[in-house]
Nanobody, 118 residues
Framework: QVQLVESGGGLVQAGGSLRLSCAAL????????MGWYRQVPGKQRELVAT???????DYADSVKGRFTISRDNGKSRVFLQMNSLKPEDTAVYYC????????????WGQGTQVTVSS
């Protein structure tokens, strides 16, 4: 398993930007697909973006063109750059590691709150 710690959440006005960071502890980091999810209370967790070990990325339609996922294998970190934020992006964002299925990851972080005010 991989231990994950997210940071970078906060409060931002609509149209603003935030950069989330996820630090991973575990030697397999560079070998696994990483992802970012988000969850709003009362709703299912939503897969926002993924990045494979080779750097191939995929995004939810709701964030395409606004969010960018990246990784630094040397520092065992994955990032989510969020631009042009909207109030509907407000959620707890979770880092996930080691994809086992289309919507299944082996390890999860504790989450970081992102709040976008209108």
């Amino acid at each position: 398993q991989v231990q994950l710690v997210e940071s970078g959440g906060g409060l931002v006005q609509a149209g603003g930007s935030l950069r989330l960071s996820c630090a991973a502890l575990g030697s397999i980091f560079r070998l696994v697909t990483m992802g970012w999810y988000r969850q709003v209370p009362g709703k299912q967790r939503e897969l926002v973006a993924t990045i494979t070990r080779d750097g191939s990325t995929d995004y939810a339609d709701s964030v395409k063109g606004r969010f960018t996922i990246s990784r630094d294998n040397g520092k065992s970190r994955v990032f989510l750059q969020m631009n042009s934020l909207k109030p509907e992006d407000t959620a707890v964002y979770y880092c996930a590691a080691d994809r086992r299925g289309s919507n299944l990851f082996a390890s999860w972080g504790q989450g970081t709150q992102v709040t976008v005010s209108s």
